[in-house]
């Protein structure tokens, strides 16, 4: 069994393709490699090159993978369909440039979801005929990546209309496995109130890839508590170093061995670029740490 460990540039403060504060892409790779990853993702649609050559010539470079790429659009929003669809294709065609593997879809965050992130009992939900439009676009989206020859993995996080666990449960059940798998986010699952590793147990057969993310526990339950904003969130450190929060990498790790569970594990340690601290530190530390338990 192999089971490899890459990062993300999230963990660069890389959120938005577009932001000012960005590193330069050549710089994460840089960053990325000198501490120790083999592979990297890549980021939000238009943060890395699309033109194949230039991507693959800095990959070589710096002897990393192209891991996977995430489809972070409002798939909750039915206006917004084109966006959704736009950053799909470009993701698709990218990774299939690079042979990489994975395409993850995330709902992004919606006004009408942020100030409940963590309060699964007060969420507002979608009606029947919302959910099922939701549903049908998401299973849209997946069966181009398939289509693509990608594994496709929805992904929960804080603040969308794809958050809380009976959600997630609730689209695996209606949309079929060979269309869409999961890529579980260990700190996304703690964030929304629910136990990462119960539910790796459960599901464990259907998660092709893994993002390793972990939470203090004080800022989560302050940032629940205040209804903070998901980026404020970062910015107040809620998703501290591996191992120095609430979840449990050694059982994580123990229910993957148990699975047989083999490819890419990516580190997300979603920061503020502008706060004090290095990115580049967090990335060592945390690739030390997953050494340690013995990923």
Same mark, same amino acid.
């Given at each position: 069994?192999?089971?490899?460990?890459?990062?993300?540039?999230?963990?660069?403060?890389?959120?938005?393709?577009?932001?000012?504060?960005?590193?330069?892409?050549?710089?994460?790779?840089?960053?990325?490699?000198?501490?120790g990853y083999k592979g990297i993702e890549l980021g939000p649609v238009g943060f890395m090159p699309e033109d194949p050559a230039v991507l693959k010539e800095a990959l070589n470079e710096f002897d990393l993978e192209l891991i996977g790429g995430v489809v972070f659009r409002p798939f909750h929003d039915p206006e917004a369909w084109d966006d959704v669809m736009d950053g799909t294709l470009r993701t698709c065609k990218s990774l299939k440039a690079h042979g990489a593997k994975h395409l993850?879809?995330?709902?992004?965050?919606?006004?009408?979801?942020?100030?409940?992130?963590?309060?699964?009992?007060?969420?507002?939900?979608?009606?029947?005929?919302?959910?099922?439009?939701?549903?049908?676009?998401?299973?849209?989206?997946?069966?181009?990546?398939?289509?693509?020859?990608?594994?496709?993995?929805?992904?929960?996080?804080?603040?969308?209309?794809?958050?809380?666990?009976?959600?997630?449960?609730?689209?695996?059940?209606?949309?079929?496995?060979?269309?869409?798998?999961?890529?579980?986010?260990?700190?996304?699952?703690?964030?929304?109130?629910?136990?990462?590793?119960?539910?790796?147990?459960?599901?464990?057969?259907?998660?092709?890839?893994?993002?390793?993310?972990?939470?203090?526990?004080?800022?989560?339950?302050?940032?629940?508590?205040?209804?903070?904003?998901?980026?404020?969130?970062?910015?107040?450190?809620?998703?501290?170093?591996? $191992?120095?929060?609430?979840? +449990?990498?050694? !059982?994580? =790790?123990?229910? @993957?061995?148990?699975? %047989? /569970?083999?490819?890419?594990?990516?580190?997300?340690?979603?920061?503020?670029?502008?706060?004090? $601290?290095?990115?580049?530190? +967090?990335?060592? !530390?945390? =690739?030390?740490? @997953?050494?340690?338990? %013995? /990923?």
């Amino acid at each position: 069994m192999t089971i490899l460990i890459g990062n993300a540039p999230c963990s660069w403060g890389v959120e938005f393709a577009d932001d000012d504060r960005n590193p330069s892409w050549r710089n994460v790779l840089k960053d990325c490699a000198e501490v120790g990853y083999k592979g990297i993702e890549l980021g939000p649609v238009g943060f890395m090159p699309e033109d194949p050559a230039v991507l693959k010539e800095a990959l070589n470079e710096f002897d990393l993978e192209l891991i996977g790429g995430v489809v972070f659009r409002p798939f909750h929003d039915p206006e917004a369909w084109d966006d959704v669809m736009d950053g799909t294709l470009r993701t698709c065609k990218s990774l299939k440039a690079h042979g990489a593997k994975h395409l993850v879809l995330i709902d992004s965050i919606s006004p009408r979801r942020a100030s409940t992130a963590g309060r699964a009992t007060e969420a507002e939900q979608m009606d029947k005929a919302e959910w099922t439009a939701y549903r049908d676009r998401i299973a849209e989206a997946a069966k181009v990546g398939v289509d693509h020859g990608l594994t496709v993995g929805i992904h929960a996080h804080a603040g969308g209309f794809m958050d809380f666990e009976p959600e997630l449960e609730r689209l695996l059940n209606e949309i079929p496995e060979e269309i869409l798998k999961i890529c579980f986010d260990t700190g996304h699952h703690s964030y929304a109130g629910f136990d990462p590793v119960a539910f790796m147990k459960r599901y464990v057969s259907r998660i092709s890839y893994m993002h390793f993310k972990d939470i203090n526990p004080v800022v989560k339950a302050d940032v629940v508590a205040n209804r903070t904003d998901f980026y404020k969130a970062c910015g107040q450190g809620i998703f501290c170093n591996l $191992g120095q929060g609430d979840v +449990d990498f050694p !059982s994580v =790790r123990q229910v @993957l061995l148990e699975a %047989g /569970f083999e490819g890419w594990c990516t580190v997300e340690q979603d920061c503020d670029p502008t706060l004090p $601290g290095t990115p580049t530190e +967090d990335a060592r !530390s945390n =690739r030390e740490y @997953l050494h340690s338990i %013995g /990923f």
